[in-house]
């Protein structure tokens, strides 16, 4: 005789909504995730596709993985390159750049930094915050004191931007919503011209000034070191904007430092959030931070 087994009783499903939010909020952080988990039911997808259950699982993830970046092509054109496999793959056209009215206005791909993008448009005397994930932007005109200060001048363009509250509950993603600051540098012969735009008082503040002996490097952006964006200067120099203190000025190079093939320079943060410089020289790199001494002045020391 034989016996039939009896199938295990199929086990209830979660009862407990917070218990489940936890289990959720665990899933791992690629782009796919969230889509997929949230056609298991009605339920789960009520759960996933609130704001606030986002900001949280984001915010629980830290730094999100790279889905790409933004590749420049003849100083002006910019593609996205988009590194994930299938099913986490953002196709390139997702991330087109914002449309320019005609060919003679080209927008100038700055950089990108807290999910957002900045792009500048010389003719227009205007720069545009772009959100790729949600295609938002944001237009700012350039400030009007600047066209005074550079009547009659050369000046090639520059800008970086970051969102104001990076420290302090920032979710990537979010920055549209929240406050962002933008800097934009204006490189002239022999002087630098630098202002801040605060979004949440959509207004420019004072315009800063700064000799310098050369150009900033076009090829490269900025980088962020606490409160202070640099760039690269043409020969080995550093322009700084502070944006805490409000100030524009100039970090020379080593003074041991001979390299002058601009290639061969890259700045670059340290592990100890400072500021630092690696020079090929001679088929060896050079690392260069910027450190303080015993009495306190901050200089440039080889690693």
């Known amino acids: 005789m034989s016996r039939r087994r009896c199938s295990p009783a199929s086990a209830p499903p979660l009862e407990d909504e917070d218990l489940l939010q936890e289990i959720l909020l665990r899933l791992p952080p690629q782009p796919s995730s969230l889509p997929r988990a949230s056609a298991v039911c009605k339920r789960w997808r009520s759960i996933l596709s609130d704001p606030q259950f986002v900001q949280r699982f984001r915010k629980h993830h830290g730094k999100p993985p790279l889905i790409g970046f933004f590749s420049q092509r003849y100083g002006v054109f910019c593609d996205f390159k988009p590194v994930l496999e299938l099913p986490d793959r953002i196709h390139a056209h997702r991330f087109s750049m914002p449309k320019s009215r005609s060919s003679m206005e080209q927008w100038r791909f700055m950089g990108c930094r807290n999910g957002l993008a900045v792009l500048i448009n010389e003719c227009r005397r205007e720069a545009v915050v772009w959100d790729p994930l949600s295609g938002r932007q944001h237009r700012v005109p350039f400030p009007p004191g600047l066209h005074d200060a550079l009547t009659g001048s050369f000046c090639v363009w520059h800008a970086s931007v970051l969102c104001a509250d990076a420290e302090h509950g920032h979710v990537l993603g979010d920055c549209i919503l929240v406050p962002f600051k ?47 964006l640099c760039w690269f200067i043409c020969g080995g120099d550093v322009l700084v904007f502070d944006i805490q203190m409000q100030s524009l000025g100039v ?31 001679e088929r060896i790199i050079q690392l260069w931070e910027r450190k303080p001494n015993c009495d306190g002045v901050v200089g440039w020391v080889l690693l």
């Open 182 to 228: 933008l800097v934009l540098i204006c490189n002239g012969y022999n002087q630098a011209f630098g202002s801040l735009y605060d979004s949440s008082s959509s207004s420019w503040g004072n315009i800063f000034s700064t000799a310098i002996a050369n150009e900033i490097y076009a090829r490269r952006g900025s980088i962020l070191v606490g409160n202070v």
């Open 251 to 281: 970090i020379e190079k080593p003074a041991d430092n001979h390299v002058t093939i601009d290639l061969f320079f890259q700045l670059l943060r340290t592990e100890n959030s400072g500021l630092g410089l690696a020079v090929l020289s």
